[in-house]
């Protein structure tokens, strides 16, 4: 089990990601709402988190909010990886507090793949690892009861009732915010 929460960052080569958006990255303010990537809109940025926390929002017909990711303190965070290839954004990125946040744009990491196969090759797998957190997360939606995913992400990240609201939290869990109150009290 990993200690991150997104278990991602063990599978790629995360410092060289960090060096590249704190080195040739300009360093932006995010004010709590504001979006990082908006939905419709080709992302713009990838991003290393130095302070806050952020969500990945999927918004159905009705206009419901869907919780699909979240990332905080000393994470990355892009519309992976359809930014670096131009297409729009299935959904937003919302900062949950204030972020302060690295950004290179997407463009120039295209550019430096199409000059730098190592680079290139460093993208893919970085590419492959976030396919494998998000593969994971969708088989537990199918495999694992609520109270059992509950239970996973209270005893790995106890924390994240701090960075995000309940409403997210159980979004994210796929449950409504009642069960998770009732999962809570247990």
Known sequence: MSDNFN???EQMDFET???????????????????????????RYIGYIVSG???YVARSADGQEHV???????GLVADWPF???????????????????YCIPACDV???????????????????AVYSTVYDRYVD?????PQERYDELVSLHPNLFDLFSLKDIASFLNI??????RLRKK
Not at 18 to 23: D, I, K, L, S, T
Not at 83 to 101: E, F, H, T, W
Request: glycine fraction near 8%; include cysteine.
């Open 7 to 9: 278990t991602y960052i």
């Open 17 to 43: 990601w960090r060096g590249v958006c704190v080195e040739k990255g300009t360093l932006r303010r995010f004010a709590k709402g504001e979006e990082f990537v908006a939905a419709g809109t080709v992302g």
């Open 53 to 55: 926390a952020l969500k």
């Open 68 to 74: 699909m990711g979240l990332v905080f303190g000393d």
């Open 83 to 101: 930014c670096i290839y131009g297409q729009k954004a299935k959904l937003a990125i919302v900062a949950v507090s204030d972020c302060d946040i």
């Open 110 to 128: 295209k550019d430096r793949m199409e000059a730098d196969p190592d680079f290139k090759d460093m993208v893919m797998h970085s590419t492959e």
């Open 141 to 145: 939606l199918y495999c694992k009861s």
């Open 176 to 181: 409504t915010p009642t069960h998770l109150s």
